[in-house]
């Protein structure tokens, strides 16, 4: 009896996705809902799970298109399993269950029979905690996972930290061969094709500018008086709460407060039951923020932001972080933002004009901190080095006017400047 092996569901607008990686060969004996597969869409990698036990038979290469319901394989019940991956299991449900039952007992566990030379790993990598996907790309490379710091699920070395130490380490290669390609005159050219995130990430960006009359205006900030607020409560903030206070809850909070007065900035367009254009306002605050993934740029939404506290932005912020970077952020959490941020400046960006995120009708770009001469706030008049920010917010004009989007940064600027007023709710 053989079961085939299907794409599901990955999210009610995707409709087809790329097989990026097999984590199991053709004919291994495999495990009900082991991770045999990834595919990747154009919102989130999908992992696709063993349907039964039994041998794998794939019948899809690595890169083809597949459709939601296509069958990427099947796995053969009927075939037997073999005898020393019998005997590893055996070995290891036995160390499952005398540690349990020693820490049932109270006493000291006791350890389990050393497993049988056979199945011992012939490289280091075989104790090292790591996904499938992570432990083929290492392989395949010739990486040692106990040099790389792992940052999944349990310090788990994820495929993100393999591709990122490659990264790391071919990036001198690569400069000494580029040296050498120009020495020796090379005009190589590669084609890498485009994954269905970036293609999906490009189709938006060309709508936005295309269907949305986009301006940008930009300010600049103080920076002085939250670095100073953050340099002297960040120690003790982190102790009761277990998370560090950053730059970006104070913005997410100065953002919350500027959308409840302007709420035009935190609306969209639509249509109505007739299909004439229609405004849709919001009564809360769902802040996406811009977040750099491996694969490509993705916006997680923070749920109304304004009912948060600054440790619980802090915590969200630093969850999607991490998550982000092991592709572990879903389709769900990109969706129904009303409002987004991006930070260029986390990479040294001095000003830029964000694009918006449809159907959201502004963005809030931030930048890098440069000190810059400016009016020093404790001596009016006289001329100080100040840490200053700049801030772009790109808006549709089509919904909001030229003022309100300049009052609406003013006021994200005067929060900022003097981080009181959104304490005071100012």
């Not at 350890?111 to 056979?118: E, F, I, T, V």
């Not at 994820?158 to 490659?166: F, I, R």
Request: proline content about 6%; glycine content about 8%.
């Amino acid at each position: 009896m053989s079961t085939p092996i299907t794409m599901p569901e990955a999210g009610e607008s995707v409709v087809s996705g790329v097989l990026s990686a097999w984590l199991k060969n053709d004919g291994d004996w495999v495990e009900r809902d082991d991770i045999i597969a990834e595919v990747e869409t154009d919102k989130i990698t999908v992992e696709i799970l063993a349907p039964a036990s039994g041998a794998l038979k794939r019948t899809v290469d690595e890169g083809a298109d597949i459709d939601i319901g296509a069958t990427i394989g099947e796995i053969d019940e009927t075939a037997q399993k073999p005898a020393q991956q019998t005997a590893e299991t055996s070995a290891a449900q036995l160390a499952q269950a005398q540690a349990s039952e020693g820490s049932s007992a109270g006493a000291a566990t006791i350890a389990p029979p050393a497993p049988p030379p056979a199945v011992q790993p012939s490289t280091s990598n075989g104790d090292v905690k790591a996904t499938p996907l992570a432990r083929k790309i290492a392989d395949q490379h010739g990486v040692d996972l106990g040099s790389i710091s792992g940052t999944g699920v349990g310090d788990r070395v994820s495929e993100h930290d393999v591709l990122h130490a490659l990264e790391s380490a071919g990036a001198a290669a690569a400069s000494a061969g580029a040296a050498l390609a120009r020495a020796a005159g090379s005009r190589e050219i590669t084609l890498e094709r485009m994954s269905p995130m970036r293609q999906k990430i490009a189709s938006r960006l060309v709508e936005a500018q295309q269907t949305a009359a986009m301006l940008t205006t930009f300010n600049e900030c103080d920076m002085g008086p939250v670095m100073e607020l953050r340099k002297q409560y960040k120690e003790k903030f982190a102790e009761k709460h277990g998370v560090g206070l950053g730059f970006m809850s104070f913005f997410v909070k100065a953002v919350c407060g500027a959308l409840e007065k302007f709420p035009l900035v935190n609306a969209s367009i639509t249509a109505d039951a007739n299909g004439k254009p229609a405004i849709q306002k919001h009564g809360y605050s769902d802040i996406a923020i811009a977040v750099a993934s491996p694969k490509g740029l993705v916006v997680p939404v923070i749920r109304s932001a304004e009912t948060l506290s600054y440790a619980g932005i802090e915590a969200t912020i630093k969850d999607f972080g991490a998550r982000a970077k092991a592709g572990k952020i879903t389709l769900e959490e990109m969706q129904g933002g009303t409002f987004t941020i991006t930070n260029g400046g986390v990479f040294g960006s001095l000003m830029s004009t964000p694009i918006l995120n449809p159907p959201q009708s502004a963005i809030l770009g931030m930048h890098t901190i440069k000190k810059r001469p400016a009016e020093d706030p404790d001596n009016p008049g006289q001329v100080a080095l100040r840490p200053m920010m700049y801030l772009a917010l790109s808006y549709d004009h089509r919904l909001v006017d030229g003022a309100e989007a300049v009052q609406f940064l003013v006021s994200i600027k005067d929060s900022i400047e003097d981080p009181r007023r959104i304490m005071l709710d100012l």
